[in-house]
């Protein structure tokens, strides 16, 4: 078969055939890879292979139904909608497709902060879906966040999801600096000049990372540009601006806008300050240690979110999967919700993330591969792809509602005394 024949897809593996078809390589590299060698994105699917069912027979299936609730709100599946920045390098819809989409599903969503379309206009477009209850709590929509040196923006930012319906707050927490991803340092990753960071836009200009990424050929004058706003800056802060510009000169723009405005001196006293001026649940991205776990719990957090950044930080972690029963241990007991991301491909990755405890899965490039396929209708077509596995892997397991699900139906390899 052809490299360059698309598929009609009935499995996500065939909607990431086609994106990588129709893509452009700047965006789809930027989607794609991960950081260094890699071996971490690799090993996020690798480890759900690793892991074996034990189904249960003769059990009444005919009516298998995966409703749940997410920090008190009702959703359709335990199947959600990672963060992913910039998806109208997958569609020119971007977020706004992928809202509608999620919306049908009632499924949640969680907007990246680094969206191309503004957290206001994104959930504006889910709300245009009809919600027979509106009591619901649906379309759920949370909110991504990146602490930035400027509490200020920071703060306003999380003003605004507050007005138009955002019900948490994800602060992603590996990120001090952006993991080396060898394909954008080759690309020198930009995005195209009719494209901007959306939530950051003002009346007078495109700021911060649009400023630096549209114009290849004015990087080092906006890089210095944005570097010059900060005033009574210290030594550690003066060092982190000589190598945003170094960065921007020689590797990825999307680097050199973390080191220049994302915070690496955020620690879990920043998380009281967010938890004291909203009222939001908090729910942190990136944990993968008990050790952590247990710091979220004990700062409030609400949620904790098992995730590697789909392999693009630190390469040689431990896969998700990995991670999770140390997470959900330490937390045992706790009122903390655990979900996963990273590696999900299949239902049955889903029902294995299930059947260890998480709470919820969520999904990152198969929402952009769906969006690069057909827009809206590509996204909705990925959902119900991976929402049909799980139903199907649910009831071949002998599993009809999601209680069901227990540690008893997956263990590692084909050792069948290494039951989990």
Same mark, same amino acid.
């Given at each position: 078969m052809s490299r360059q024949q698309r598929l009609v897809p009935i499995s996500l593996a065939d909607l990431e055939h086609?994106?990588?078809?129709? =893509?452009?390589?700047?965006? /789809?590299? +930027?989607?794609?890879?991960?950081? $260094?060698?890699?071996?971490?994105?690799?090993? $996020?699917?690798?480890?759900?292979?690793?892991?074996?069912?034990?189904p249960r027979i003769l059990r009444d299936v005919s009516k298998v139904n995966t409703q749940t609730k997410l920090?008190?709100?009702?959703?359709?599946? #335990?199947?959600? /909608?990672?963060?992913? !920045? =910039?998806?109208?390098l997958a569609h020119d819809e971007g977020e706004k497709a992928t809202a509608r989409a999620a919306a049908r599903a009632k499924m949640c969503m969680i907007l990246s902060s680094w969206a191309t379309t503004t957290a206001e206009d994104t959930i504006a477009a889910g709300k245009e879906i009809p919600v027979q209850d509106s009591s619901s709590g /649906? #379309?759920?929509?949370?909110?991504?966040? +990146?602490? +930035?040196?400027? @509490?200020?923006?920071?703060e306003s930012l999380i003003r605004r999801v507050e007005k138009v319906? +955002?019900?948490?707050?994800?602060?992603?927490?590996?990120? #001090?600096f952006l993991g080396r991803r060898l394909a954008d340092v080759r690309n020198v990753f930009k995005l195209p000049?009719?494209?901007?960071?959306? $939530?950051?836009?003002?009346?007078?200009?495109?700021?911060?990372?649009?400023?630096?990424?549209?114009?290849?050929?004015?990087?080092?004058?906006? &890089?210095?540009?944005l570097l010059e706003k900060n005033q009574g800056i210290n030594g550690a802060e003066k060092a982190a601006q000589g190598r945003s510009t170094k960065v921007v000169k020689q590797e990825s723009s999307l680097a050199a806008y973390v080191v220049s405005q994302i915070d690496?001196?955020?620690?879990?006293?920043?998380?009281?300050?967010? @938890?004291?001026?909203?009222?939001?649940?908090?729910?942190?991205?990136?944990? =993968?240690?008990?050790?952590? &776990?247990k710091l979220a719990a004990d700062a409030g957090c609400q949620g904790i979110l098992v995730s590697n950044h789909g392999g693009r930080q630190l390469d040689g972690v431990l896969a998700t999967i990995d991670a999770l029963p140390e997470v959900l241990e330490a937390v045992k007991g706790r009122n903390v919700e655990v979900y996963l991301?990273?590696?999900?491909?299949?239902?049955?990755?889903?029902?294995? &993330?299930?059947? /260890?405890? &998480?709470? !919820?899965?969520?999904l990152g490039r198969p929402v952009l591969w769906g969006l690069a396929h057909n827009g809206e209708e590509g996204v909705s077509l990925a959902l119900s792809l991976i929402q049909q596995e799980l139903e199907l892997a649910m009831a071949l397991a002998g599993c009809c509602q999601l209680s069901d699900i227990t540690r008893d139906f997956v263990q590692h390899g084909t050792n069948a005394h290494s039951k989990l």
């Open positions: 086609n994106a990588h078809i129709t =893509m452009d390589l700047n965006a /789809l590299d +930027y989607y794609r890879s991960g950081a $260094n060698d890699m071996q971490t994105l690799r090993d $996020n699917q690798e480890a759900f292979n690793r892991l074996r069912l034990r920090l008190g709100s009702s959703v359709s599946s #335990p199947i959600c /909608l990672s963060p992913t !920045a =910039m998806q109208r /649906l #379309p759920l929509f949370w909110f991504q966040l +990146y602490v +930035y040196k400027n @509490r200020a923006m920071t319906g +955002y019900k948490a707050l994800v602060i992603t927490v590996d990120t #001090p000049s009719h494209m901007s960071m959306a $939530n950051f836009e003002t009346k007078d200009s495109k700021v911060t990372m649009a400023n630096i990424l549209d114009q290849p050929d004015k990087q080092d004058a906006a &890089a210095e540009k690496p001196s955020l620690n879990w006293k920043d998380i009281e300050w967010i @938890r004291s001026i909203t009222k939001l649940p908090i729910v942190v991205k990136g944990v =993968m240690t008990a050790e952590d &776990a991301d990273g590696g999900v491909r299949k239902g049955t990755d889903v029902f294995k &993330a299930l059947a /260890l405890g &998480a709470k !919820a899965v969520f």
